[in-house]
């Protein structure tokens, strides 16, 4: 159990100073916001950026773990919606469900614990993940609830290729777009440079776990607290149980059969809390009352639910 606390107590040790440190007035909410920027801007790309450049592409994506990935997203993505459907729960917020269900937040509390559990595998891992969710589940979640607004206008493929060009424009996207044209044509990287993209790196996970925590101070906390509550349940239950047991079914339905470190990364990445700018992405819908209450408790029980998860499969 110690060596599960060594993985997990780090990281949520550095969420709660960073709520204690805004909680406190130590910080400002918007200082939050500053260092958010910095670390989507410029650590992770970075991190990503040196990754990929410096691992031949073949190694770096492992299609295998991609498939069966977003085929566990897809799978929840449509079990919480038929769910809520059922349950009569309007359009607007069962695409709030849907994001927070099957968007994780891989960059900001993901890497962290991948690199404390899986270090050799940790940024190899982030560089998949990140391509999955902003080529694929993203995407896909941002058009649902695009065509979920009331009084909407305009096709569905419009709005499509509105959301992938936003995609491509992200600094974490271009990092890994990047690094891979320098992998294939095996470009050096000058020193000098190389010495600057480190630095950024090293600062990305500990930045990151700090404003998760801090951002959580202040939030809306108004909405449907039983909804809320289910989606932390599709979050952290439901979606990591849909990636196991199609890892179990591989075989048979036709998806790959990854080996076993593999197979727990992905359970893993499945069932870390959602996305840091779930709240802020639900704001257009008027859900971001709902998308806070959902945010915070995922975000706090996912203290319990990794741990659980780390000690069952490792």
Request: include cysteine.
């Given at each position: 159990?110690?060596?599960?606390?060594?993985?997990?107590?780090?990281i949520?040790?550095?969420?709660?100073?960073?709520?204690?440190?805004v909680?406190?007035?130590?910080?400002?909410?918007?200082?939050?916001?500053v260092f958010?920027?910095?670390?989507?801007?410029?650590?992770?790309?970075?991190?990503l950026?040196?990754?990929?450049?410096?691992?031949?592409?073949?190694?770096?994506?492992?299609?295998?773990?991609?498939?069966?990935?977003?085929?566990?997203?897809?799978?929840?993505?449509?079990v919480?919606?038929?769910?809520?459907?059922?349950?009569?729960?309007d359009?607007?917020?069962?695409a709030?469900?849907?994001?927070?269900?099957?968007?994780?937040?891989?960059?900001?509390?993901?890497?962290?614990?991948m690199?404390?559990?899986?270090?050799?595998?940790?940024?190899?891992v982030l560089?998949?993940?990140?391509?999955?969710?902003?080529?694929?589940?993203?995407?896909?979640?941002?058009?649902?609830?695009?065509?979920?607004?009331?009084g909407r206008?305009?096709?569905?493929?419009?709005?499509?290729?509105?959301?992938?060009?936003?995609?491509?424009?992200?600094?974490?996207?271009?990092?890994?777009?990047?690094?891979?044209?320098?992998?294939?044509?095996?470009?050096?990287?000058?020193?000098?440079?190389?010495?600057?993209?480190?630095?950024?790196?090293?600062?990305?996970?500990?930045?990151?776990?700090?404003?998760?925590?801090?951002?959580l101070?202040?939030?809306?906390?108004?909405?449907?607290?039983?909804?809320?509550a289910?989606?932390?349940?599709?979050?952290?239950?439901?979606?990591?149980?849909?990636?196991?047991a199609?890892l179990?079914?591989?075989?048979?339905?036709?998806?790959?059969?990854?080996?076993?470190?593999?197979q727990?990364?992905?359970v893993?990445?499945?069932?870390?809390?959602?996305?840091s700018?779930?709240?802020?992405l639900?704001?257009?819908?008027?859900t971001?009352?709902?998308?806070?209450l959902?945010?915070?408790g995922?975000?706090?029980?996912?203290?319990?639910?990794?741990?659980?998860?780390?000690?069952?499969?490792l």
């Amino acid at each position: 159990m110690s060596a599960i606390l060594n993985i997990t107590f780090p990281i949520f040790a550095l969420v709660a100073l960073g709520y204690f440190s805004v909680w406190k007035g130590l910080f400002k909410s918007a200082d939050m916001r500053v260092f958010g920027q910095f670390v989507m801007m410029f650590s992770l790309p970075a991190l990503l950026f040196n990754a990929v450049s410096r691992t031949p592409i073949q190694e770096v994506l492992n299609l295998g773990y991609m498939a069966v990935y977003l085929a566990a997203a897809g799978a929840t993505a449509l079990v919480v919606y038929a769910v809520l459907a059922l349950t009569g729960t309007d359009a607007p917020r069962r695409a709030a469900a849907v994001l927070g269900a099957v968007a994780p937040n891989s960059g900001f509390v993901g890497y962290p614990t991948m690199l404390l559990a899986f270090p050799d595998e940790a940024t190899r891992v982030l560089a998949m993940n990140m391509l999955v969710e902003n080529f694929a589940i993203l995407p896909a979640c941002f058009v649902l609830m695009e065509l979920a607004k009331p009084g909407r206008h305009g096709s569905a493929i419009g709005t499509a290729g509105q959301v992938i060009w936003s995609v491509l424009r992200r600094p974490m996207v271009i990092a890994i777009i990047l690094g891979a044209l320098f992998a294939a044509l095996n470009l050096p990287m000058p020193a000098t440079l190389d010495k600057v993209f480190s630095m950024l790196a090293v600062s990305a996970s500990s930045l990151a776990l700090f404003f998760i925590g801090g951002a959580l101070v202040g939030l809306p906390f108004r909405g449907n607290r039983g909804l809320a509550a289910f989606i932390a349940l599709g979050k952290l239950v439901v979606f990591p149980a849909v990636a196991f047991a199609l890892l179990l079914l591989a075989p048979t339905i036709g998806l790959p059969l990854l080996d076993r470190d593999m197979q727990v990364i992905l359970v893993l990445s499945a069932a870390m809390p959602m996305i840091s700018i779930y709240a802020i992405l639900c704001q257009e819908a008027g859900t971001e009352g709902l998308a806070s209450l959902a945010l915070l408790g995922t975000t706090s029980a996912s203290f319990l639910t990794l741990s659980v998860l780390l000690v069952w499969l490792l």
